[in-house]
């Protein structure tokens, strides 16, 4: 497979705060996906990108397919953020599938 | 748009039974996924179809496992004899198909066998 290595395995964050995950892979890759898993297990897609850079709202990503590796910033963390952050990508020709980092976990505390 | 449903959203078997799940993807989309979450493993991919051709069925099991697309408007997972370690999130996902776009997920199905 793809090996995808996602950092930090959890963050704590106060509400108002920002941090950025990492999403690290190891060969050339055609596009990144990025999902928020809530507490009830649904998988809610943030970006999905195939170069340079997305923002919506409070959330960034970029993506650099030569430097292998992904990026979400989250600014003005709200409590509503929490959940396990995924990346995941697309690589290969012919085929979509996605293939999955273990995630960050995000607590955001009051 | 009601996004992709998955049916039934729990399912209990017993082992050695069969389990048939469902999956209805965004009206207009013509690429169909199958992935299964679990604690050990995470998320994996499954199977893949475009405009109803299986496309890429690299991580179904060899055995007991076997996937469907009838027609546009859903695919069937199904798992014969199933068996403990079968048990999981069972996610469908679909997108337009046209390549580098998004993929939308749908609640998944948990499957517990006992």
């Known amino acids: 497979g793809m090996p995808v290595e996602q950092n930090p395995p959890a963050l704590s964050l106060y509400e108002g705060a920002e941090s950025g995950l990492r999403c690290n892979f190891s060969?050339?890759?055609?596009?990144v996906q990025w999902f928020q898993q809530n507490h009830r297990g649904r998988l809610i897609t943030l970006f999905y990108?195939?170069?340079g850079t997305k923002e919506n709202g409070r959330l960034k990503s970029t993506f650099n397919s030569k430097e292998r590796y992904s990026t979400l910033h989250i600014k003005d963390a709200q409590l509503e953020d929490s959940g396990t952050y995924f990346c995941?990508?697309?690589?290969?020709?012919?085929?979509?599938?996605?293939?999955f980092g273990d995630g960050t976990v995000l607590t955001v505390k009051p | 748009n009601a996004g992709v449903i998955q049916t039934p959203r729990h399912k209990v078997t017993g082992k050695g039974q069969e389990a048939t799940l469902w999956c209805e993807p965004i009206?207009?989309?013509?690429?169909v996924f199958w992935y299964r979450q679990t604690i050990v493993q995470g998320l994996e991919f499954l199977t893949y179809?475009?405009?109803?051709?299986?496309i890429d069925d690299s991580g179904m099991p060899k055995e007991r496992f076997s996937a469907q697309m009838p027609n546009q408007s859903h695919s069937t997972l199904k798992i014969q004899s199933t068996q403990p370690q079968d048990s999981a999130v069972y996610l469908c996902?679909?997108?337009w198909g046209t390549g580098e776009d998004t993929q939308y997920f749908g609640p998944g199905t948990r499957l517990l066998v006992l």
């Open positions: 996902a679909s997108s």
């Open positions: 060969t050339t890759m055609k596009g």
């Open positions: 990108l195939a170069q």
């Open positions: 995941a990508v697309e690589g290969g020709t012919n085929t979509g599938k996605l293939t």
């Open positions: 009206s207009g989309h013509s690429a």
């Open positions: 179809f475009r405009n109803q051709a299986p």
